[in-house]
């Protein structure tokens, strides 16, 4: 091409400026209408205030606690899924000052809506916020389980669009890592925050880490990469293919409590000694409660994610003084421990993808679910939902 041609080209372009892309003014969700029941709907995209934002989601991931709230009765139509990853499509002014991002952007969005100004939150552990504690607060704020009717209703990942609420928490995803891996950010994180920021594992630290799940496989992830060098997994015969990928992960030994006493094969794993940190990430039983509190040496750290919902009898109390444990309770994951997981994602060591077992449309959100909870042919550690597969048009206008 000649200068003058060039020129040309330019002084066109600068005339006539590419116009951006109209912004959807309805997206296809999957609405959670009641217990283990969904249905595709076409809901209204809003326009987009100068403090918030609209996503178009890559791909929601499911978590264990979808499977527990889709099993529950009573609760309000709501479109379900909070490890949510995408690209920025519309966004405020105000809000691009407040996240430091632009559009086009990809990000991950943490399920809290926190207050931002509370102690907790200026902290970064957006977790304990009341604002976003639903525990606390019926009417809270948090993707993936706020109802349908609180507007725009736009709160949940299974949908080709998101809205960005003005109190979102964002995450840059590094180009490295794909939307099927960004979509365990969550999951891994927690895994990080349990393991290493709570439970303290690291170099010379042995970790037990009980129950196999996508989080308790975090668990897993999060120790190794502390440098921990005795990581033991204990799962069920069940779990056989869960315990064969935290081998990959890095667990030194796989334990079937179901075959075996794991309190015994804990302690001659560990010459006596028993382990430093144990995680308990299991389904909530008084028996295994006991069991973790017996694996931990003395002086050692007890790490409790259980949520049973009802209390425990029969726990064997006069174990934690007598052995002086440190016993801390846990739930989700701080700013730090998403960081963290996408930079393991993105270094390449780990096979994360060993912990992606399914990917659905959004017609296959009841089959995600429910394949997370062990209903399906072959087993299932996370699914992702991609809101976009098989989709050729965009969504009719809202009836």
């Known amino acids: 091409m000649t200068s003058s041609a060039s020129s040309r080209s330019l002084s066109t372009a600068a005339t006539h400026p590419a116009r951006p892309a109209p912004l959807p003014t309805a997206t296809l969700a999957a609405v959670t209408t009641g217990r283990r029941s969904t ?14 934002g609209l996503l178009r989601v890559d791909a929601a991931g499911v978590c264990g606690s ?8 009573g609760l309000p139509a709501r479109v379900m899924g909070h490890e949510n990853v995408g690209r920025i499509v519309a966004l405020g002014e105000a809000a691009a000052r407040r996240w430091g991002v632009g559009v086009g952007e990809r990000v991950v969005v943490e399920e809290y809506l926190p207050c931002g100004h509370c102690h907790f939150c200026r902290t970064s552990e957006f977790r304990l916020c009341l604002g976003s504690d639903p525990s606390h607060d019926p009417d809270a704020l948090r993707y993936g389980s706020t109802p349908l009717t609180r507007a725009p209703g736009l709160w949940g990942g299974f949908s080709q669009y998101l809205r960005l609420h003005e109190r979102s928490v964002l995450h840059r995803v590094p180009d490295a890592v794909p939307d099927t891996h960004a979509a365990m950010a969550l999951p891994i994180a927690n895994g990080y925050e349990w393991a290493f920021r709570e439970g303290g594992a690291g170099p010379g630290k042995t970790v037990v880490v009980i129950g196999p799940g996508q989080q308790g496989l975090g668990c897993v992830l999060g120790a190794h990469a502390a440098g921990a060098p005795v990581i033991v997994c204990v799962g069920l015969r069940a779990d056989a293919h869960r315990l064969e990928v935290a081998r990959r992960l890095g667990a030194t030994h796989t ?34 409660v006991n069991q973790a509190i017996a694996m931990a040496r003395k002086r050692g750290t007890l790490v409790s994610a259980v949520s049973a919902g009802v209390p425990l009898d029969g726990l064997d109390f006069g174990l934690l003084s007598r052995k002086y444990l440190t016993v801390r309770g846990v739930r989700g994951h701080s700013f730090e421990a998403v960081e963290h997981a996408l930079a393991l994602m993105a270094c390449g060591r780990y096979p994360v993808e060993a912990m992606s077992s399914l990917t659905v449309g959004l017609d296959g959100v009841h089959t995600a679910i429910r394949a997370t909870a062990g209903a399906y042919d072959r087993p299932v550690i996370h699914a992702t939902v991609l809101p976009w597969q098989g989709v050729t048009d965009a969504p009719p206008e809202p009836v």
């Not at 249905?39 to 918030?52: F, I, M």
Request: net charge negative; glycine share 8%.
């Open 39 to 52: 249905e595709l709907r076409t809901l209204p995209v809003p326009p987009v205030g100068p403090a918030e």
């Open 66 to 73: 979808d499977v527990v709230a889709y099993d529950k009765e």
């Open 255 to 288: 334990l079937y409590a179901d075959e075996t006493d794991p309190v015994a094969e804990v302690a001659r794993i560990t010459g006596g000694a028993m382990a430093d940190v144990v995680i308990d990430v299991a389904a909530g039983t008084a028996a295994v």
